[in-house]
């Protein structure tokens, strides 16, 4: 079924994009090597090193404008969804801003675009949106049934606080095995957060018996608004 873009979300490090943007692409590539032998009679390949870049483009704005352009060369976690709402699929990376670009001709609304590519800190995953709203306490986010973490897999997880008046904000991802969470367990706490800032972490598996995940929040403070991705790979 086909689905119009209508309402997606951007965040790029303490950025949140979409009020500004017209236009997204995402590309998810993996070198094809040669590894034909003689007894073969058709090429064959192998999978090699995987690749990712987005590129987003809208209109210019000067504050956005300026952490954009202050991030050239930086490593900053990346997050687009397919809409606002709590468990809309996504996307999470970190990315170096690679190419900034500022477009327009006499009379058009000056236009601006950047190129995003995979940096040094894991790969692309495909997750979920886990939280993106702005709060004025303490709490936690929809319970996620994200599944279980084999052998092998990671479960990895982006902040990104985009407005901020207060003290503190502390934000842990949590799982249990029960959609109440009885007895939930922290998995990945991030760096308390005093003001605008991105993170990005991971935790290997195996983790056993826990397939729901949520985000709790400890705030002290006025309001903050900030957005988390989850996603398993």
Do not use: C
């Not at 979300?9 to 994009?17: G, S």
């Not at 483009?57 to 060369?73: C, Q, R, Y």
């Not at 490593?75 to 970190?94: D, F, H, R, W």
């Not at 601006?112 to 590519?117: A, G, Q, S, V």
């Amino acid at each position: 079924m086909a689905t119009a873009m209508l309402n997606a979300r951007i965040w790029y490090h303490d950025q949140a994009l979409s009020t500004q943007l017209n236009a997204v692409a995402l590309d998810y590539s993996a070198e094809e090597l040669d590894a034909t032998v003689l007894t073969d009679t058709t090429r064959t390949r192998a999978g090699g090193i995987k690749d990712a870049q987005a590129a987003i483009a809208g209109f210019w704005n000067s504050p956005e404008d300026k952490a954009l352009f202050d991030a050239i060369g930086l490593n900053k976690p990346l997050l687009i969804a397919e809409g606002p709402t709590v468990g809309n699929v996504a996307y999470g990376m970190v990315a170096i801003d690679g190419q900034w670009s500022l477009k327009g001709e006499h009379g058009d609304l000056l236009g601006f675009e950047i190129t995003l590519n995979s940096g040094n800190n894991g790969p692309l995953v495909r997750g979920q949106l886990a939280f993106a709203s702005q709060i004025s306490s303490s709490g936690n986010g929809t319970a996620l049934n994200l599944g279980l973490v084999g052998a092998g897999q990671r479960v990895y997880s982006g902040l990104h606080v985009t407005q901020f008046d207060g003290t503190s904000l502390d934000v842990v991802i949590q799982s249990d095995g029960l959609e109440a969470f009885p007895s939930s367990l922290n998995r990945i706490t991030f760096t308390q957060a005093t003001g605008l800032t991105s993170q990005w972490s991971s935790l290997a598996g195996p983790i056993a018996n826990d397939f729901w995940w949520r985000v709790n929040y400890t705030f002290v403070g006025t309001n903050v608004t900030f957005a988390v991705f989850i996603g398993v790979l």
